[in-house]
T-cell receptor, first 112, second 114 residues
Framework: QKEVEQNSGPLSVPEGAIASLNCTYS??????FFWYRQYSGKSPELIMF????GDKEDGRFTAQLNKASQYVSLLIRDSQPSDSATYLC????????????FGAGTRLAVHP | EPEVTQTPSHQVTQMGQEVILRCVPI?????FYWYRQILGQKVEFLVS????????KSEIFDDQFSVERPDGSNFTLKIRSTKLEDSAMYFC????????????FGDGTRLSIL
C-alpha cells in the first residue's frame, strides 16, 4: 500500500515566523510532489510542486525534496494569519495516469 | 485564470437514488480525475479518465460508479443507488499533458445521503 505520511498538527507559529511542514512517502518510484492548501470546507488549492531533488522557491514558499530519504517539505516564510489552513502533501505515483496519493494533512495555525 | 467548475455545490439525495455530479475541466487539459473526501478524512482517488476512457480506478470505484464525457466540455460522475457512506465531498480535477503537470481542483460537490 502506497502511503504518504504527515504530522497532523496543529503546528502553531507566531505571525512572521517560518512554518516548516514535512511529508514522507513510501513509493520509491514516485516522481512528482505537490503541496496543496485546504481551508475548512473548501477544495485543495495548489501551492507548489517539485520533481527534482533540492529546493524550489516561489515567493514566501520553498519546497524541498530529498528522494533518497523519501522526504518532501514546505517552508512558509513570514507566516501570516491567512496562511492558517491544512496543508496537504500529495505524491504522483510512478507509472499509470498519475493519480495523486494524499497525506492526511498538517493543520497550521498562525497566531498574531 | 481558467478554473475547474463543478455543479451542484451541494446535493442532498435519499438513499437508493441516483446522482450525477458535473464538472467542466479546464479547456486545454487532457486528463480528468474524480476524488472524494469523507469528512475529517484524507482526499482519496476514485478514477482517472483520458482519451475518452477510464485509465485507472480505485477499489472504491465499484459498479455503483460510472464516469462519462458526454460532450467536449463536461465530465460527469454518476453514482447509482446511493448509500449513506457515499456522503462526502467530491472533487473533480484536471491537468495538462505531461507527467509532472499539476492537477487543478474544482470547488467540489458536497453530497449528503439521507
Amino acid at each position: 500500500q502506497k502511503e504518504v505520511e504527515q504530522n497532523s498538527g496543529p503546528l502553531s507559529v507566531p505571525e512572521g515566523a517560518i512554518a516548516s511542514l514535512n511529508c514522507t512517502y513510501s513509493d520509491r518510484g514516485s516522481q512528482s510532489f505537490f503541496w496543496y492548501r485546504q481551508y475548512s470546507g473548501k477544495s485543495p488549492e495548489l501551492i507548489m510542486f517539485i520533481y527534482s531533488n533540492g529546493d524550489k522557491e516561489d515567493g514566501r514558499f520553498t519546497a524541498q525534496l530529498n528522494k533518497a530519504s523519501q522526504y518532501v517539505s514546505l517552508l512558509i516564510r513570514d507566516s501570516q494569519p491567512s496562511d492558517s489552513a491544512t496543508y496537504l502533501c500529495a505524491v504522483n505515483t510512478a507509472g499509470g495516469y498519475n493519480k495523486l496519493i494524499f497525506g492526511a494533512g498538517t493543520r497550521l495555525a498562525v497566531h498574531p | 485564470e481558467p478554473e475547474v467548475t463543478q455543479t451542484p455545490s451541494h446535493q442532498v439525495t435519499q438513499m437508493g437514488q441516483e446522482v450525477i455530479l458535473r464538472c467542466v475541466p479546464i479547456s486545454n487539459h487532457l486528463y480528468f480525475y474524480w476524488y472524494r473526501q469523507i469528512l475529517g478524512q484524507k482526499v482519496e482517488f476514485l478514477v482517472s479518465f483520458y482519451n475518452n476512457e477510464i485509465s485507472e480506478k480505485s477499489e472504491i470505484f465499484d459498479d455503483q460508479f460510472s464516469v462519462e464525457r458526454p460532450d467536449g466540455s463536461n465530465f460527469t460522475l454518476k453514482i447509482r443507488s446511493t448509500k449513506l457512506e457515499d456522503s462526502a465531498m467530491y472533487f473533480c480535477a484536471s491537468r495538462r499533458y505531461g507527467s509532472n503537470q499539476p492537477q487543478h481542483f474544482g470547488d467540489g460537490t458536497r453530497l449528503s445521503i439521507l
